[in-house]
């Protein structure tokens, strides 16, 4: 299954590594060296802070400005700058925002969320609690909003341009067996990103081996081989590293890697999974989500809406939008709407271009898509490339056939395709957006499509939903996987 959080050159990195021999990943020329714990928590948590404290600043700045600007009014937020940026702080660290290394980033985002709300909150009740000064709930919230999009936009970047400096994150040793480190070793720049500084990589962990490494490198330990952990752990010298992580990826598989919590049955350490599909206060509440995030765009979106119709319009002859008939929650039909992109004879002109085409043909079969689709319009092409063309399906969330987030609607034929995971697709609502559009999209083979769908269903969350809403857009600047 493709990992949600791999990157263009991560699979690159990964294909170079599997033609190497099966031998221990070559780290010499990263020069990387162990340092003492607290220096590697400073220099980590540092950046992250200071990126922080600047988003927040620079948000809330920018709100009470346009506040003044049209007379909105309210409290003086650049006066509460100093007390709700050390709430924040305070929160950040007693939440594990700093160093924040191999953070999840869906839980990485909720305590961003939470500690901002939090923050906002306190301050605004001690104003009105302690001084007796009205607060203003708009311009609060506009810059609570602001803040809880800022910071974690800006600790992306950050982490993209520190993934390449030696100094930044924490060292440590990663064991397992040799096709687990070759794969981990591939997406070496996605651990820097989550600021981890991998020092040495070992296939074998025998006791001496644990003992010298203990020695020199003993702040983190992260164990691959999930067969071999139980034993690791359990000799006397586990005792001596500060911190020891297990890689489980079947547990991942399974259950859903996003929210697995102890869990203590008797006198057992256990696994909890909670299926939130099954509680209705989850789907109500992603039901919220879906209407206020299109009520609040929507005068954003209309006058663009209007644009792209009327040039559908004048580009070439036929109707403005095109409806399609595809699979929903529970198996029910729905018709998912979208801006007309193809000629009105579209049909006719696949089959002659991959009669004249027949190396073509098996791309068709296997992804019903063409790269250089000869029924695409102009103004089609682009609204392809940018997304656009899916805009009308805001509508379609707004009546309760889609949702904002959710697998990719399929056709009946897509069914045999699907297999053991269909009944899984149908226990949710098809979305506009995904785990596949944001994890390469058409550039992604169809079994990982699949399979990103039922990684969406087993970890279904609303903060997954606001994680892939993140990514969304970092997808739709780029035009990641577009065509």
């Given amino acids: 299954m493709t990992n949600l959080l791999q990157s263009p050159d991560d699979e690159r990195l990964e294909n170079e590594t599997r033609q190497r021999s099966h031998n221990t990943p070559d780290l010499a020329r990263e020069a990387l060296h162990p340092r003492h714990w607290l220096v590697e928590e400073v220099l980590t948590s540092a950046p992250l802070v200071v990126s ?10 920018a709100v009470h400005a346009l506040g003044r600007a049209i007379g909105m009014g309210g409290p003086n937020l650049l006066g509460l ?3 709700i940026g050390a709430v924040l ?7 594990g925002l700093y160093p924040a290394s191999a953070l999840n980033p869906i839980l990485e985002l909720r305590r961003i969320v939470r500690g901002t709300f939090l923050a906002f909150v306190t301050c605004a009740i001690y104003v009105h609690g302690f001084h007796e000064v009205l607060v203003s709930p708009l311009p609060l ?6 803040t809880a999009v800022a910071i974690p936009t800006c600790r992306g970047l950050l982490r993209r341009r520190l993934a390449g400096r030696s100094w930044w994150g924490r060292s440590a040793t990663i064991a397992g067996d040799v096709d687990s480190l070759q794969t981990l070793h591939a997406r070496r720049t996605r651990l820097r990103q989550h600021g981890v500084r991998p020092l040495a990589w070992h296939t074998e962990l025998d006791n001496d081996t644990l003992i010298a490494i203990a020695a020199t490198q003993p702040n983190w ?3 691959s081989a999930s067969e071999a952990w139980e034993s690791i752990l359990t000799r006397p010298i586990a005792s001596h590293f500060r911190q020891i992580s297990v890689l489980v990826p079947s547990l991942g598989r399974i259950f859903g890697q996003s929210w697995l919590e102890p869990a203590h049955v008797g006198s057992s350490t ?3 999974f909670r299926n939130r599909l099954m509680f209705r206060r989850y ?8 209407l206020g995030i299109c009520l609040l765009a929507l005068p954003f979106v209309l006058p663009i809406f209007l644009v792209l119709a009327l040039l559908v319009r004048l580009s070439s002859k036929g109707p403005v939008f095109f409806g399609h008939e595809r699979l929903g929650r529970g198996g029910k039909t729905v018709k998912v709407w979208k801006f007309r992109t193809m000629v009105v004879d579209a049909q006719q002109r696949l089959e002659e271009y991959l009669a004249a085409h027949p190396e073509l043909a098996e791309e068709w079969a296997a992804t019903h898509k063409l790269k250089n689709d000869p029924r695409v319009t102009s103004i089609g092409r682009f609204l392809r490339h ?4 899916e805009l009308p399906q805001l509508i379609s969330v707004i009546r309760g056939e889609m949702s904002l987030v959710g697998p990719r609607p399929i056709v009946p034929d897509e069914i045999v395709k699907y297999g053991d995971v269909y009944p899984l697709y149908k226990q949710v609502t098809p979305g506009v957006t995904g785990l596949w559009q944001v994890s390469g999209r058409n550039d992604t083979t169809y079994p990982e499509r699949v399979a990103l769908d039922a990684a969406y269903v087993r970890n279904w969350s609303i903060w997954l939903d606001l994680y892939v809403l993140f990514r969304t857009v970092k997808t739709v600047l780029r035009r990641e996987g577009a065509f």
């Fill in 89 to 95: 702080l305070l929160i950040a660290f007693s939440t």
């Fill in 141 to 146: 919230l506009a810059a609570m909003l602001t």
């Fill in 81 to 83: 700058l100093p007390s």
């Fill in 283 to 290: 789907a109500f509440a992603k039901r919220c989500l879906d």
């Fill in 270 to 272: 256990a696994v909890h």
């Fill in 52 to 61: 922080d404290m600047l988003a927040f600043a620079a948000s809330t700045a």
């Fill in 221 to 223: 330990l992260i164990l």
């Fill in 386 to 389: 940018t997304s656009l063309d």
